[in-house]
Structures are given as C-alpha cells and as structure tokens.
C-alpha cells in the first residue's frame, strides 16, 4: 500500500521537505499511515452497521 511504502522510505532514509527550514517528512506521515487506517476502519465499522440494519437486527 502507498501509504506505508512511502513511511517506510522516510524512515529508511531521514526523508525531509525541500524548504527553507527543512523539516522531517516522518511524523508528517506516520499520522497520515495511522488517520488513513483509522478511516478504513471506520468504513467497516459503517458498513456492517448498515448490513445488520437491513437485515433487521439490532445492534446495542
């Protein structure tokens, strides 16, 4: 996936922004890998929400 590969090369080689004040490119995306995962889960989470309500069950 995208999103870890590209973590992974900014761990591997200390990757940081081209810019006047050079900052780590790291924990930038470290919390774009984890608010991604989170999202995906929360896709699941919505989507068996919605396949036990019409079915008809309760969730509780």
């Not at 490119?25 to 919605?50: H, N, W």
Request: charged fraction near 15%.
């Amino acid at each position: 996936i995208g999103a870890i590969s590209s973590t992974q090369y900014a761990i591997e080689y200390g990757q940081r922004k081209f810019s006047q004040w050079n900052p780590s490119m790291i924990p930038i995306k470290l919390i774009m890998t984890f608010g991604i995962f989170l999202m995906i889960l929360q896709t699941f989470s919505t989507f068996f929400k919605d396949l036990a309500k019409s079915r008809g069950v309760s969730i509780t």
